[in-house]
């Protein structure tokens, strides 16, 4: 079974520095996103993408935030100045072009920021 | 915009017995409702969803019930057994979206 891809594992920074996270989404999907988990807390929505551009984001995701996809396959998440409270598990995730289709999650990158 | 609220925070249960989680929402848009199980350390996993147009959708094990009048959804568990232990997500969406709950932490005691 195809599968949402992420790298790395676990990113460790100092703050203040630029991370990026990489995800390879399922190959015919269509619409991608970014989720994010503080330990122990609830999965919250970042940002949502599809046809080469942010369809929805969330405040979370402010100036520090971008996404990307530099090409045919990668879909990517920079935070451009590390903070503490960035500390988090983030979640890759697609679904395909039928509405309301299960998500698929990624394994997540765990982001320490020291 | 959507908010989900899921009751209880945490659950525990003697194997065997029956879980119940409940979840509300907000936006009446909404249609699709999924669950989610997360163990420690790991990716979320889609385990059962239902969509506007059906009241309950079972699976061995796990059922899901829907109020579109009262904005509620549950999730049961019956004849729970430990590999059932886990934190459960309930989410709501209309579109492409996904709201989630803030997730409770089931524990199955042998």
């Known amino acids: 079974e195809p599968e949402v891809t992420q790298t790395p594992s676990h990113q460790v920074t100092q703050m203040g520095q630029e991370v990026i996270l990489r995800c390879v989404p399922i190959?015919?999907?269509?619409?991608f996103y970014w989720y994010r988990q503080i330990l122990g807390q609830k999965v919250e929505f970042l940002v949502s993408?599809?046809?080469?551009?942010?369809?929805?984001k969330s405040e979370i995701f402010d100036d520090q935030f971008s996404v990307e996809r530099p090409d045919g396959s990668n879909f990517t998440l920079k935070i451009r100045s590390t903070k503490l409270e960035d500390s988090a598990m983030y979640f890759c995730?697609?679904?395909?072009?039928?509405?309301?289709?299960?998500?698929?999650f990624g394994n997540g990158t765990r982001l320490t920021v020291t | 915009g959507e908010n989900v609220e899921q009751h209880p925070s945490t659950l525990s249960v003697q194997e065997g017995d029956s879980a119940v989680i409940k979840c509300t929402y907000s936006?009446?848009?909404?249609?699709?409702f999924p669950w989610y199980k997360q163990e420690l350390g790991k990716r979320p996993q889609l385990i059962i969803d239902?969509?506007?147009?059906?009241g309950e959708k079972k699976d061995q094990r796990i059922a899901v019930t829907l109020n579109k009048t009262a904005k509620h959804f549950s999730l049961h568990i019956t004849e729970t057994q430990p590999e059932d232990s886990a934190v459960y997500f309930c989410?709501?969406?209309?579109?492409?979206?996904?709201?989630f709950g803030k997730g409770t932490k089931l524990s199955v005691i042998p």
């Open positions: 995730a697609s679904i395909g072009l039928v509405v309301n289709s299960p998500l698929h």
């Open positions: 190959s015919n999907h269509l619409y």
């Open positions: 993408f599809y046809n080469n551009e942010i369809s929805e």
């Open positions: 936006d009446s848009a909404s249609n699709y």
């Open positions: 239902i969509r506007s147009n059906v």
């Open positions: 989410a709501a969406s209309w579109s492409y979206q996904l709201t």
